[in-house]
């Protein structure tokens, strides 16, 4: 019998391009059914292989650096293209979306990252890359999804339901008064995903962290251990990221007048949707 | 003389660089049946919503008893001057519900909620008893338009601004709606009513003095 080698198998680039074939699928489908989500995907899939290739010459210079500065620079930017991200899903903008989403993003997701390398895995040094990097990228994946549905809900909501919000506005209510149902509903929807992924967790899913720790060669009794912290720190970070970022619209789309300003929400930029409009092949150009 | 109920003080708003109106002023006394007349589109509906303080003006301001209502202070203000919709809003639940969930905001403390009064209330506008129970959702556009009027009377504002109130109703409900709010502002001191309507019959029947808001189009 074949003993099992807990050394795990290396990738090169060729692997790594023959799986890029998988996405045809995607495509011939897109093209078939009339997606029109070719472009979309390809431009998709470029970019996250280009910003994976960096994260990996980025976390190899740092990991080698071994200084604290490095690894809380990387720690703020890979925050802050967190926070970009959350607003670029959303439908809706408005003014100030980006300052609050970086609030909500790095105060949630540095809060408790930091509570969990200090005072529960107790990591020394706490700056140590190889555990303060993945599990930020952790919380903060997690996060901005929850981020991103939340406000989105709540800003639609307001929109949807401006009629009913106004009516109790113009009984007395305070904006707050107002809007709490809103922001309610925006807190549910916002930690669906995080209750979903919990509750089929180990069933139906095995979570990418762990299944990289026992790729890797962790025992799974470990890897297990090691999801359930995590699993905690994405419920605790989303539902404060969500928080923050909810009452920061809120204090945003409501006025000190306490009257509701939909005047300053407005429908993001389609970029893909406006460049496509303007190749000189597009129907709609001209 | 006595102090005017309410003052309306150079209000102006605009869209871009087109003023809507400007320069509008006008008082309301106590006990007095405000007509706001225009043609549609003159900006009737934003002058009401501008004197609940619901949009932001451009110029000018109001006062309530010679005072204006500072931002935080805007509950409170729309506590006594309500603005009813053209647009009737409910909200989930039953009538009953509707009616009495003004009574749990902060502005409305110290009021309370009398089931008795809503049921004659919603009698007087031809509507008995079991409406009561009926779920909001499910009410045409225009009982929807009764109980927001209710709903407005129930929590006692003083002043009443009335966006085209009748727009939804029948014939014989607009005219009991007419009769309750006209008996409404003189049942107390200190009441008042703003109406705006298409409908000029309507206007000279509900309101002892009508201001025409095309004299402020600059």
Known sequence: ?286 | MREPLLRIIDLGRRVGAAWIWRGVSFDVAAGERLALAGPTGSGKTLLLRAIAGLDPVDEGRVELEGREAEGGEAPAFRARVAYLHQRPALWRGTVAENLEAPFSLKANAGKRFDLDRAAALLERLGRKAPFLEARASNLSGGEAQLVALVRALLVEPGILLLDEPTASLDRASASWAEALLTEWVEAAPGRASIWTSHDPDQLARVAGRRIDLEGWKP
């Open chain 1, 1 to 286: 019998m074949e003993a099992v080698t807990h050394e795990y198998l290396r990738l090169d680039t060729m692997h790594v391009a023959l799986s890029a074939l998988l996405l045809l699928v995607n495509v011939v489908l897109s093209w078939l059914l009339r997606l029109g989500l070719g472009a979309r995907l390809v431009v998709a899939a470029a970019r996250m292989t280009v910003q994976l290739v960096l994260i990996g010459y980025v976390l190899d210079w740092i990991f080698a650096l071994e200084r604290p500065l490095e690894v809380v620079i990387l720690a703020f930017v890979m925050a802050t293209l967190a926070s970009v991200a959350a607003v670029g899903r959303t439908s809706r903008r408005f003014a100030g979306v980006y300052f609050d989403s970086l609030v909500s993003v790095l105060g949630a997701s540095f809060l408790v990252t930091g509570i969990a390398l200090v005072g529960i895995i107790e990591v020394r040094p706490w700056w140590d890359a190889h555990y303060l990097v993945p599990l930020l990228g952790m919380v903060l994946g997690n996060a901005l999804t929850g981020i991103s549905l939340s406000v989105d809900r709540f800003v639609e909501g307001l929109e949807d339901r401006r009629d009913g919000i106004e009516a109790r506005l113009a009984l007395g209510a305070t904006s707050w008064e107002a809007a709490l149902e809103e922001i309610r509903g925006a807190m549910r929807v916002g930690m669906i995903p995080t209750l979903n992924s919990m509750a089929v967790m180990g069933l139906v899913s095995l979570p990418g962290m762990m299944t990289g720790q026992i790729l890797a060669g962790a025992a799974p009794g470990e890897a297990v251990r090691y999801q359930i912290v995590i699993m905690f720190m994405i419920a605790s970070a989303t539902a404060l990221g969500m928080l923050g970022m909810v009452l920061l619209a809120f204090r945003t789309v409501f006025d000190r007048g306490h009257r509701l300003r939909l005047d300053r929400v407005r429908m993001p930029m389609d970029w893909i949707a406006w460049t496509r409009r303007r190749l000189p092949w597009s129907r709609h150009s001209g």
